[in-house]
């Protein structure tokens, strides 16, 4: 078991230095040894650039944005995981170093050439608009970096309240400029407009990225949830990035 999890640490490894020019190594001197958040060990904090992202644990390879989610679902949950159900939009996080204790720990990857629904290697292929699961099972929903790739996020938000009890909480990061919140691309009438430079985010099972629909801004919390929710803007603007840590609780009604 230990074994896997190192010859999975390395695989990571080496997809993420792939992804990430050398040059930037310059940015080494900004690394730490301090405890990490997410897997409460005291590793070093490698700095591959400038920004919060490519600060990474060199035991986990959480960033700053799952340190933060990490933290506030120790602070919250840390005594109740072992009884929840937990869904991640991801199979690849950090954060499974302890999520893997909850009762229930389910993670997705995304693909248009998959069945929604189909299993492999233990990871479920959803679509977060579309979501295979039956209504009010989840207690936890965690996303990070997910929102501003889905085009319709009313549908996103319906289907997350669909899967999760009343009272279970959608936890996710969202990055956020500085102006306000507007939709860089967009499908209409089945065509995708592009109203800017498309921009695309690093994605592990997609050498050409994954394309960003929506540019948030400082007036995000207007874009998230809907009656079904109540939204808490917990932390933000965080770090050189900018990023929002963001809860919706499902009303218990
Ligand atoms: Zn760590």
Not at 151 to 176: M, N, Q, T, Y
Request: proline residues 3%; positive net charge.
């Amino acid at each position: 078991m230990q074994n896997n999890h190192f010859i999975n640490l390395v695989r990571k490894t080496i997809k993420y230095l792939r992804w990430y020019p050398f040059r930037k190594f310059i940015y080494l001197y900004q690394t730490q040894v301090r405890r990490c958040k997410c897997c409460n060990k005291i590793p070093v904090i490698v700095s591959l650039d400038k920004g919060d992202e490519t600060k990474r644990c060199i035991r986990c390879l959480a960033n700053l944005r799952y340190e933060v989610i990490a933290d506030y679902i120790h602070s919250k949950y840390k005594a109740t995981i072992k009884d929840m159900s937990v869904l991640e939009l991801d199979f690849n996080s950090p954060l499974q170093t302890f999520l893997k204790d909850a009762k229930e720990y389910v993670t997705t990857y995304y693909s248009d050439k998959d069945k929604l629904g189909t299993i492999k290697d233990g990871v479920r292929c959803e679509d977060v608009t579309k979501l295979t699961f039956e209504d009010n099972k989840f207690d936890m929903i965690i996303s990070s970096e997910v929102l501003e790739h889905v085009c319709d996020l009313k549908k996103a938000f319906k289907e997350s309240a669909r899967v999760l009890k009343p009272g279970a909480v959608h936890i996710f990061s969202v990055p956020a400029g500085t102006g306000n919140t507007f939709k860089r691309s967009d499908w209409i009438d089945g065509k995708l407009n592009h109203f800017v430079e498309p921009e695309y985010h690093y994605d592990p099972l997609d050498k050409n990225g994954c394309l960003v629909y929506w540019n948030f801004g400082d007036d995000l919390g207007t874009y998230f949830g809907d009656a079904s929710y109540d939204l808490s803007i917990i932390k933000g603007p965080f770090g050189k990035d900018r990023k929002y840590l963001i809860v919706l609780k499902k009303r218990d009604i």
